[in-house]
């Protein structure tokens, strides 16, 4: 099975940066998402990590560690409309298929 | 990318009764998702559908509960059957495509 921990609230403020961390414990590691929902829609795609180190987007950066079975999701210049839930998703192989569970999700406030 | 289409949006139904959610994508996908989303909460797997193959489906979901159909390689259904308030949740249909996971926009069920 599969275990995914990241906290469930966090507040930033507007122009700040802020680190939304993830660890994981899973059999069969075959990557690692992170989606951003906003309230009353469904998830949209931020990043994809499939190898260790740091993957930039924009604002938005992905960081993985295997090893560690850990990862992070930062964001930078913070705007108000980032005020989302952000949702950890971890893809197992193991079972002979493809499959990929969410973690709880981190709910952001963003704050002038 | 994917686009992927659900229907109904939202429907509000009778405890006992059935309901079926229509899932369409604009291209050829082998494996198509479905989750549930209860209020407050992060993204639960109910089963994984290949099309010409029965559904897998993840612990404390089962087939006579929520049946599933993949006639072909674009579209899915999913039968929410003898509902109680419980089920009442958002269903999403996703699919994953070039390493990217997509939602559908979910279908918004209320049990009464």
């Known amino acids: 099975g599969q275990n995914i921990d990241q906290p469930t609230e966090m507040t930033a403020t507007e122009g700040a940066i802020v680190q939304i961390n993830c660890t994981y414990q899973?059999?069969?590691?075959?990557?690692l998402f992170w989606y951003q929902q906003h309230a009353g829609e469904a998830p949209t795609f931020l990043s994809y990590?499939?190898?260790?180190g740091l993957e930039e987007k924009g604002r938005f950066s992905s960081f993985l560690s295997r090893s560690k079975g850990y990862s992070y999701l930062l964001l930078k210049e913070l705007q108000m409309k980032d005020s989302a839930s952000y949702l950890c998703a971890v893809r197992d192989g193991s079972g002979g298929y493809q499959k990929v569970t969410f973690g709880t999700g981190t709910k952001l406030q963003v704050i002038p | 990318s994917a686009v992927i289409s659900q229907k109904p949006s939202r429907d509000i139904c009778q405890r006992g009764t059935s309901l079926t959610i229509q899932c369409q994508v604009d291209?050829?996908?082998?494996?198509m998702f479905w989750y549930r989303q209860q209020p407050g909460q992060s993204l639960t797997l109910i089963a994984t559908a290949n099309q010409g193959s029965e559904a897998t489906y993840e612990s404390g979901f089962v087939i006579d509960k929520f049946p599933i159909s993949r006639p072909n390689l674009t579209f899915s259904t999913l039968t929410v059957s003898n509902m109680s308030p419980e089920d009442s949740s958002i269903y999403l249909c996703?699919?994953?495509?070039?390493?990217?996971?997509?939602f559908g926009p979910g279908t918004r069920l209320t049990v009464t």
């Open positions: 291209s050829q996908v082998t494996m």
């Open positions: 899973t059999s069969g590691f075959n990557g």
């Open positions: 990590n499939v190898l260790d």
């Open positions: 996703s699919v994953e495509a070039s390493y990217e996971q997509y």
